[in-house]
Nanobody
Framework: QAQLVESGGGLVQPGGSLRLSCVHS????????MAWYRQAPEGQRELVAS???????NYADSVKDRFSISRDKAGKTVNLQMNSLKPEDTATYYC?????????WGQGTQVTVSS
């Protein structure tokens, strides 16, 4: 069964940085689309950033110029570099990868931005 393992969340002060990573466990498979979503308490899950197999990226307006999504050549790992973090970035962040035609979700990692 395909699984995604996320890491890198935590508590950071406003203006700080965090780097999230997400790796899948499927041997020999390269994910096509990869993305990060987030869900704040009592909010809806929203797309933060996505990246295609060809490296095309897309960002939510609220994170443009602050966040950067990247992936490895093997198609197993997707990263989200988050800079200039704001309190409103506080949420649970979820990774999604499309593997062998199926969307697989991670379990979520908490990011809290607070002084």
């Amino acid at each position: 069964q395909a699984q995604l393992v996320e890491s890198g969340g935590g508590l950071v002060q406003p203006g700080g940085s965090l780097r999230l990573s997400c790796v899948h466990s499927v041997r020999g498979a390269s994910a096509s689309g990869m993305a990060w979503y987030r869900q704040a308490p009592e909010g809806q899950r929203e797309l933060v950033a996505s990246i295609t197999a060809g490296g095309h990226t897309n960002y939510a307006d609220s994170v443009k110029d602050r966040f950067s999504i990247s992936r490895d050549k093997a198609g197993k790992t997707v990263n989200l570099q988050m800079n200039s973090l704001k309190p409103e970035d506080t949420a649970t962040y979820y990774c999604k990868q499309r593997i062998l035609g199926r969307d697989i979700w991670g379990q979520g990692t908490q990011v809290t931005v607070s002084s």
